[in-house]
């Protein structure tokens, strides 16, 4: 199995940028599909990006699409979400998840899908 450990959370006005790392250990980290979530006070946890093992392939959430941006980097066995032109409803816990299948054969988009996951970090923005 592989274990996860997000960084990069914290308090940013609207507007601002934050970037998210996600460091995995155990088992080899290009044999994952990886993907983060998130979850807002009161709601329901959200698919918001994922990256296909060699890092060729993304898909993103509508509400992110265009300002945050997933990649990976395999060699440093981790995967980053680079977040732009932040919201206020963008607050929530981030959390990076992982799945050995390739992202192309299972339902990556959704919450119960994965087998890893990170603890979370928060991010909040700022009106």
């Known amino acids: 199995q592989v274990q996860l450990v997000e960084s990069g959370g914290g308090l940013v006005q609207a507007g601002g940028s934050l970037r998210l790392s996600c460091a995995a250990s155990g088992r080899t980290f290009s044999d994952y599909t990886m993907a983060w979530f998130r979850q807002a006070p009161g709601k329901e946890r959200e698919f918001v990006a994922t990256?296909?093992?060699?890092?060729?392939?993304?898909n993103y959430a509508d509400s992110v699409k265009g300002r945050f941006t997933i990649s990976r980097d395999n060699a440093k066995n981790t995967v980053y979400l680079e977040m732009n032109s932040l919201k206020p409803e963008d607050t929530a816990v981030y959390s990076c998840?992982?799945?050995?299948?390739?992202?192309?054969?299972?339902?990556?988009?959704?919450?119960?899908?994965?087998?890893?996951w990170g603890q979370g970090t928060q991010v909040t923005v700022s009106s």
């Open positions: 990256v296909s093992r060699r890092g060729d392939g993304t």
């Open positions: 998840a992982g799945d050995p299948r390739d992202m192309y054969f299972f339902n990556y988009r959704g919450k119960t899908a994965y087998p890893y």
